[in-house]
């Protein structure tokens, strides 16, 4: 009997034995519970939780527990009395206890999540940056994003591609813009240089160059006979399309190296360099086509083919830029390295300006003669046979036009030199009816105006007596050698230097081999669409000119 | 004998290095040979240049910074002089339990004359009010710290002719640590000038403004160097470079005054900017000679921490894609930031010291007792919470290293981990879900410092893959070159160049 007994007793437990063997989880997941609620006491050894359902519990630690608040490691002291808590149990026991406190998860400060990079292509509300890292973003611009540039707020409209920036973003999965600081004038090349490799200090991070030459005029002119100039370690340096370190640099004594230099704070810092690699050939011309997928470009007059690569350097209004800055039809400088047959481009300037940075800007450039101002509820005034410059072509219309101004816009009597309010501008003899007594009495016509405009809304408005014949203006874009001076015979004038005139028979920038001043006393002078006196104009400058002749009528500092 | 030999390797190759700071708060740059800066005072910007002497005097609760300036205009045109002395005194308070320390620095002692012209504009002692206080954040390898200026400078002009009054306003923001340090002044000054009518000229009173920003560096990188004879038993070596250099940038809006006096109409607005660097002073360090690295993708970096004394050993081979332990990582990054500095060399005599008076160290883990030889790596490690225990009281010290545990290692070292979002996000890699809860601040964190990235596959972060000797190289490596590098720009151009 107690055989039978100890019999059935073992062959139960083998079969028990058997079982846990093969699904051991089963016996272990029998023995956790969950419990979870309101904390109500957190002791050294045990947790006191009212549950969801109202009971009041107390549940022992366990000897090996963790503790988690939102996820992260806490201490037991962390845990406070209030907060929602989830507990695992082995036993009975505390396993795992979480505590529940964060309000907004994700939540960063706003504008704490920051990415620096070079824009690549703006197209609208898109911009796509190149980040410092290497990787290529595309982020997006609202109403409410905010540009500022020296430490000023500037419209989107003043971005250019190639710009330096630093976006900041309010959540860490947005690619919404919030605010964005722009590099100032640092961004620029201050000089395209061409020289002899004599010296390359890779301690001191500094080249000595002999036979210097600079970019000037649509040629290289000699600028002295040696300058030691710093690199950064970060600037790529490139000879045959191929990236080499500075370390190497000592075996290309002598070789010619072309340069792009930037200011760093009163110096000059290459930001980017090729070694020419064969012999060297030149080209100002206009591109005719690029192929994108063989990296190469066709020139419209020489019939050139050129590859460019990533050492290429490529200058777009001012800055360095990608190869995706170029598009056909642009008219460039290029310096070619021609080695067994192919050529590959070293260097590409673009001479190409515009009114507008890109296509956020709508400005505007309006010439006319000024037949009603009218004020109150419209604050606008009428045009008749007026034109606008359409691609730095003058377009002319017989009919009228409107625009509007307001108490932000500048007006500017050349005639008086001296800047006028609105209500002296309605109230003024500037929109007269010519065919009045009064009129005729007092001998007086319509002014002539030129308008700079952001859509329909006057900027900025100069209003002279006298008509400027349209043939004779010409649209230039070219850069200030130095700061302007103020003459003794012909008052402010500047020096312009790596300019071109707009053709518009050829439809195209027309390359100047010379350099000339410009004197500035008929100018309205515009920067970040506020105008400025001619002496507020800076060496390097880059500027958009309407002129007569040598006479500025309408500068846009770019 | 060996172990004394190592340690005097790490002392001889990090040795102390100066703390950069701007000199004073005039936005002035220095080389060793000459200082330079912008003086507003005429209401024009003058550029002066001369020797500064400066003297600084820091001990752990006190700093005492002496400045002597003898300048004149760097436009021989230009009749000037100027002579400013100055003492300020920082007083450190730690922050018992914080990590915190406060900086509350004043002026003791500020005299200054300066003559431009027929001017002369004199501030003695009583003629300034200045206040400057500073938060550190000191982190286990790195101090982050931010302040503020508030200050008043009075000159007497011409003996009583008037008062020239300029209030500073601004702040500063800086770090240091064992890889550089970068300190960036912003200021603001207002001056108010008032002075009576002089002849004909009756409106000689003016105000303007001016915007300083002025950043000091410096920094350590390694530069290799090839050994150009053939028959020589090293192909070359690192060299670690010390630099120091000062940016400065003064944005002007003042009067615009002519030879009729203050035009009433126009300002004069621009920008100087002036740059000093100092020679750069070159250390070689040893050279590596392993055997199994040569053509490792990893080898440079392998080779770098090596030369540094960061991997030590006399064996000719490395195993670059052997495991990383979890000890010689702590070990690694202990003495790669020098964390807690000379103490280290120190301990270890403290502890053969107490070893003979039977002295028993406090066990932190289990799993390594105070005799084991790292254990004071692994003690500082603990201390600076770089490294935590569980309930269980192991290290596992050779258990592989993590992706997962040594990026936390890391950030933590820089104390970057409390600036992560609020818990509940997800980061940006493929397999976010696979990090473990514990990492996650620190991948969120070590990808926004740039330290690690994505797979290029695929994205994935991949943080429960076990490290390679050659892959925790590399990535020990990036660490560095942040602290090196990325800290340098951020506080330094980042900040000049867009604020």
Same mark, same amino acid.
């Given at each position: 009997m107690w055989k039978k007994a100890m019999n059935k007793i073992t062959i139960a437990l083998l079969l028990?034995?058997?079982?846990?063997?093969?699904?051991?989880?089963?016996?272990?997941?029998?023995?956790?519970? &969950?419990?979870?609620? =309101?904390?109500?006491?957190?002791?050294?050894?045990?947790?006191?939780?009212?549950?969801?359902?109202?009971?009041?519990? &107390?549940?022992?630690?366990?000897?090996?527990?963790?503790?988690?608040?939102? &996820?992260?490691?806490?201490?037991?002291?962390?845990?406070?009395?209030?907060?929602?808590?989830?507990?695992?149990?082995?036993?009975?026991?505390?396993?795992?206890?979480?505590?529940?406190? &964060?309000?907004?998860?994700?939540?960063?400060?706003?504008?704490?999540?920051?990415?620096?990079?070079?824009?690549?292509?703006?197209?609208?509300?898109?911009?796509?940056?190149?980040?410092?890292?290497? *990787?290529?973003?595309?982020? =997006?611009?609202?109403?409410?994003?905010?540009?500022?540039?020296?430490?000023?707020?500037?419209?989107?409209?003043?971005?250019y591609e190639g710009d330096k920036v630093k976006l900041y973003f309010d959540e860490i999965d947005t690619k919404m813009i919030s605010r964005m600081a722009v590099q100032g004038k640092s961004v620029e090349v201050k000089g395209l240089y061409k020289g002899k490799l004599a010296l390359a200090d890779v301690i001191k991070k500094e080249l000595t160059l002999t036979d210097l030459k600079i970019f000037r005029n649509g040629g290289w002119e000699n600028v002295g006979s040696s300058k030691t100039i710093s690199y950064?370690?970060?600037?790529?340096?490139?000879?045959?399309?191929?990236?080499?370190?500075?370390?190497k640099l000592k075996y290309y004594k002598d070789n010619t190296v072309y340069l792009a230099v930037k200011d760093y704070f009163s110096t000059d810092r290459v930001e980017s360099m090729v070694l020419k690699n064969q012999s060297e050939s030149v080209y100002t011309d206009r591109i005719e086509d690029i192929n994108w997928y063989g990296n190469s470009m066709e020139l419209e007059v020489s019939h050139k083919n050129l590859t460019f690569n990533e050492g290429t350097i490529i200058i777009k209004n001012g800055r360095l830029s990608d190869i995706s800055a170029l598009d056909p039809g642009m008219d460039v400088f290029v310096v070619g390295d021609d080695s067994a047959g192919s050529m590959a481009a070293n260097i590409v300037y673009v001479y190409n300006e515009g009114i507008n940075n890109s296509n956020i800007g709508q400005f505007y450039i309006y010439e006319g003669r000024l037949d009603a101002v009218f004020r109150n509820s419209r604050n606008?005034?009428?045009?008749?046979? =007026?034109?606008?410059?359409?691609n730095n072509s003058w377009e002319a219309f017989s009919t009228s036009k409107e625009l509007f101004y307001d108490e932000d816009t500048v007006i500017y009597d050349l005639d008086e030199r001296r800047i006028i309010s609105s209500e002296e501008f309605y109230y003024g003899d500037y929109a007269v009816d010519e065919d009045s007594n009064y009129a005729r009495e007092n001998n007086l016509e319509d002014r002539y105006v030129y308008a700079y405009t952001d859509g329909d809304r006057v900027v900025a408005i100069m209003v002279q007596k006298n008509r400027d014949s349209l043939l004779k203006?010409?649209?230039?874009?070219?850069?200030?050698?130095?700061?302007?001076?103020?003459?003794?015979?012909?008052?402010?004038?500047?020096?312009?230097?790596?300019?071109?005139?707009?053709?518009?028979?050829?439809? *195209?920038?027309?390359?100047?081999?010379?350099?000339?001043y410009l004197t500035l006393e008929d100018a309205i002078i515009i920067k970040n669409g506020q105008i400025i006196t001619s002496d507020q104009l800076k060496q390097n400058d880059r500027l958009y000119i309407i002129r007569d002749d040598l006479k500025a009528k309408v500068i846009i500092v770019k | 004998m060996k172990k004394l030999a190592w340690t005097m390797i790490f002392i001889l190759l990090f040795h102390s290095m100066a703390w950069a700071a701007p000199i004073e708060f005039s936005g002035g740059v220095s080389d060793e040979f000459q200082y330079k800066e912008v003086v507003f005072l005429s209401g024009k910007p003058v550029v002066f240049v001369g020797t500064v002497n400066v003297k600084i005097d820091e001990k752990q609760e006190e700093k005492k910074a002496t400045y002597t300036f003898t300048l004149s205009p760097e436009d021989i045109d230009i009749e000037g002089k100027l002579t400013r002395n100055v003492t300020l005194i920082t007083t450190y308070t730690p922050v018992t339990g914080k990590g915190q320390t406060i900086a509350n620095t004043k002026v003791t002692r500020y005299t200054e004359n300066v003559t431009i012209g027929q001017d002369t504009f004199k501030l003695t002692n009583s003629d300034i009010q200045f206040f400057q206080s500073d938060i550190i954040d000191n982190r286990p390898a790195i101090d982050f710290y931010s302040g503020n200026i508030q200050a008043l400078k009075r000159y007497e002009i011409n003996g009583g002719e008037?008062?020239?009054?300029?209030?500073?306003?601004?702040?500063?923001?800086?770090?240091?640590?064992?890889?550089?340090?970068?300190?960036?002044?912003?200021?603001?000054? +207002?001056?108010?000038?008032?002075?009576?009518?002089?002849?004909?000229?009756?409106n000689s009173s003016w105000e303007g403004t001016v915007s300083v920003k002025v950043s000091d560096s410096t920094t350590k990188s390694l530069q290799y160097s090839q050994n150009e004879a053939n028959?020589?038993?090293?192909?070359?070596?690192?060299?670690?470079? +010390?630099?120091?250099?000062?940016?400065?940038?003064y944005t002007y809006n003042l009067p615009r005054i002519t030879d009729e006096g203050i035009d009433p109409f126009g300002r004069n607005q621009g920008t100087i900017s002036l740059q000093a660097s100092k020679v750069p002073k070159v250390e070689r360090l040893i050279v590596p000679k392993f055997r199994d690295t040569a053509g490792h993708w990893a080898q440079q970096d392998i080779e770098k921490l090596y030369s540094l004394g960061v991997f030590e050993g006399n064996t000719s081979f490395f195993i670059p894609d052997g495991s990383m332990t979890r000890i010689d990582f702590v070990k690694a990054v202990v003495k790669a930031c020098d964390i807690g500095g000379n103490e280290e060399a120190d301990s270890s005599s403290k502890r053969s010291s107490r070893k003979k008076k039977g002295e028993v160290e406090e066990i932190i883990f289990v799993d390594i007792d105070s005799s084991h030889p790292d254990y004071q790596y692994v003690k500082k490690a603990f201390e600076k919470n770089i490294i935590t225990r569980g309930t269980d009281y192991r290290f596992n010290p050779n258990e592989p290293l993590t992706k997962a545990e040594a990026v936390t290692i890391l950030i933590r070292v820089l104390g970057l981990?409390?600036?992560? /979002? #609020? /818990?509940?996000?997800?980061?940006?890699?493929?397999?976010?879900?696979?990090? /473990?809860?514990?990492?996650?601040? #620190?991948?969120?964190? #070590?990808?926004?410092?740039?330290?690690?990235?994505?797979?290029?596959n695929n994205n994935n972060v991949n943080a429960h893959k076990q490290l390679k000797r050659s892959e925790a190289s590399a990535l020990l490596v990036r660490f560095l070159e942040f602290l090196e590098k990325d800290l340098q720009k951020d506080y330094s151009e980042n900040i000049i160049y867009y604020y």
């Amino acid at each position: 009997m107690w055989k039978k007994a100890m019999n059935k007793i073992t062959i139960a437990l083998l079969l028990l034995c058997m079982v846990s063997a093969n699904t051991p989880k089963v016996f272990a997941d029998t023995n956790i519970k &969950t419990a979870e609620g =309101f904390l109500l006491e957190m002791g050294e050894k045990q947790v006191t939780v009212e549950e969801y359902d109202g009971s009041v519990r &107390t549940f022992p630690f366990n000897s090996y527990y963790i503790l988690r608040i939102d &996820t992260l490691n806490a201490e037991p002291s962390d845990f406070k009395p209030g907060m929602e808590v989830y507990l695992e149990l082995k036993n009975n026991k505390v396993t795992y206890l979480e505590g529940y406190s &964060t309000v907004a998860p994700g939540h960063i400060p706003e504008g704490s999540k920051i990415r620096f990079g070079t824009i690549k292509k703006i197209d609208r509300d898109q911009l796509i940056v190149k980040l410092d890292n290497g *990787q290529e973003e595309t982020y =997006f611009t609202n109403s409410g994003t905010i540009l500022l540039k020296d430490g000023l707020k500037v419209p989107l409209s003043s971005l250019y591609e190639g710009d330096k920036v630093k976006l900041y973003f309010d959540e860490i999965d947005t690619k919404m813009i919030s605010r964005m600081a722009v590099q100032g004038k640092s961004v620029e090349v201050k000089g395209l240089y061409k020289g002899k490799l004599a010296l390359a200090d890779v301690i001191k991070k500094e080249l000595t160059l002999t036979d210097l030459k600079i970019f000037r005029n649509g040629g290289w002119e000699n600028v002295g006979s040696s300058k030691t100039i710093s690199y950064d370690e970060r600037s790529p340096i490139h000879i045959g399309g191929q990236r080499i370190s500075p370390e190497k640099l000592k075996y290309y004594k002598d070789n010619t190296v072309y340069l792009a230099v930037k200011d760093y704070f009163s110096t000059d810092r290459v930001e980017s360099m090729v070694l020419k690699n064969q012999s060297e050939s030149v080209y100002t011309d206009r591109i005719e086509d690029i192929n994108w997928y063989g990296n190469s470009m066709e020139l419209e007059v020489s019939h050139k083919n050129l590859t460019f690569n990533e050492g290429t350097i490529i200058i777009k209004n001012g800055r360095l830029s990608d190869i995706s800055a170029l598009d056909p039809g642009m008219d460039v400088f290029v310096v070619g390295d021609d080695s067994a047959g192919s050529m590959a481009a070293n260097i590409v300037y673009v001479y190409n300006e515009g009114i507008n940075n890109s296509n956020i800007g709508q400005f505007y450039i309006y010439e006319g003669r000024l037949d009603a101002v009218f004020r109150n509820s419209r604050n606008s005034l009428m045009l008749k046979d =007026f034109a606008y410059l359409n691609n730095n072509s003058w377009e002319a219309f017989s009919t009228s036009k409107e625009l509007f101004y307001d108490e932000d816009t500048v007006i500017y009597d050349l005639d008086e030199r001296r800047i006028i309010s609105s209500e002296e501008f309605y109230y003024g003899d500037y929109a007269v009816d010519e065919d009045s007594n009064y009129a005729r009495e007092n001998n007086l016509e319509d002014r002539y105006v030129y308008a700079y405009t952001d859509g329909d809304r006057v900027v900025a408005i100069m209003v002279q007596k006298n008509r400027d014949s349209l043939l004779k203006l010409r649209v230039t874009s070219g850069v200030a050698l130095e700061a302007p001076e103020n003459h003794k015979w012909t008052g402010w004038r500047i020096h312009i230097a790596n300019a071109a005139d707009w053709s518009s028979r050829k439809d *195209q920038w027309m390359a100047r081999k010379d350099s000339f001043y410009l004197t500035l006393e008929d100018a309205i002078i515009i920067k970040n669409g506020q105008i400025i006196t001619s002496d507020q104009l800076k060496q390097n400058d880059r500027l958009y000119i309407i002129r007569d002749d040598l006479k500025a009528k309408v500068i846009i500092v770019k | 004998m060996k172990k004394l030999a190592w340690t005097m390797i790490f002392i001889l190759l990090f040795h102390s290095m100066a703390w950069a700071a701007p000199i004073e708060f005039s936005g002035g740059v220095s080389d060793e040979f000459q200082y330079k800066e912008v003086v507003f005072l005429s209401g024009k910007p003058v550029v002066f240049v001369g020797t500064v002497n400066v003297k600084i005097d820091e001990k752990q609760e006190e700093k005492k910074a002496t400045y002597t300036f003898t300048l004149s205009p760097e436009d021989i045109d230009i009749e000037g002089k100027l002579t400013r002395n100055v003492t300020l005194i920082t007083t450190y308070t730690p922050v018992t339990g914080k990590g915190q320390t406060i900086a509350n620095t004043k002026v003791t002692r500020y005299t200054e004359n300066v003559t431009i012209g027929q001017d002369t504009f004199k501030l003695t002692n009583s003629d300034i009010q200045f206040f400057q206080s500073d938060i550190i954040d000191n982190r286990p390898a790195i101090d982050f710290y931010s302040g503020n200026i508030q200050a008043l400078k009075r000159y007497e002009i011409n003996g009583g002719e008037g008062i020239a009054q300029v209030k500073i306003t601004g702040g500063d923001v800086g770090y240091k640590n064992f890889w550089g340090s970068t300190q960036t002044q912003l200021l603001d000054y +207002v001056y108010t000038i008032n002075r009576k009518a002089q002849g004909e000229n009756e409106n000689s009173s003016w105000e303007g403004t001016v915007s300083v920003k002025v950043s000091d560096s410096t920094t350590k990188s390694l530069q290799y160097s090839q050994n150009e004879a053939n028959f020589s038993s090293f192909n070359g070596g690192y060299i670690q470079v +010390v630099k120091e250099g000062m940016i400065s940038q003064y944005t002007y809006n003042l009067p615009r005054i002519t030879d009729e006096g203050i035009d009433p109409f126009g300002r004069n607005q621009g920008t100087i900017s002036l740059q000093a660097s100092k020679v750069p002073k070159v250390e070689r360090l040893i050279v590596p000679k392993f055997r199994d690295t040569a053509g490792h993708w990893a080898q440079q970096d392998i080779e770098k921490l090596y030369s540094l004394g960061v991997f030590e050993g006399n064996t000719s081979f490395f195993i670059p894609d052997g495991s990383m332990t979890r000890i010689d990582f702590v070990k690694a990054v202990v003495k790669a930031c020098d964390i807690g500095g000379n103490e280290e060399a120190d301990s270890s005599s403290k502890r053969s010291s107490r070893k003979k008076k039977g002295e028993v160290e406090e066990i932190i883990f289990v799993d390594i007792d105070s005799s084991h030889p790292d254990y004071q790596y692994v003690k500082k490690a603990f201390e600076k919470n770089i490294i935590t225990r569980g309930t269980d009281y192991r290290f596992n010290p050779n258990e592989p290293l993590t992706k997962a545990e040594a990026v936390t290692i890391l950030i933590r070292v820089l104390g970057l981990e409390g600036k992560a /979002p #609020a /818990p509940g996000y997800k980061t940006s890699f493929s397999d976010d879900s696979k990090i /473990p809860n514990w990492a996650k601040d #620190a991948v969120y964190m #070590a990808a926004e410092a740039g330290i690690i990235g994505g797979d290029n596959n695929n994205n994935n972060v991949n943080a429960h893959k076990q490290l390679k000797r050659s892959e925790a190289s590399a990535l020990l490596v990036r660490f560095l070159e942040f602290l090196e590098k990325d800290l340098q720009k951020d506080y330094s151009e980042n900040i000049i160049y867009y604020y």
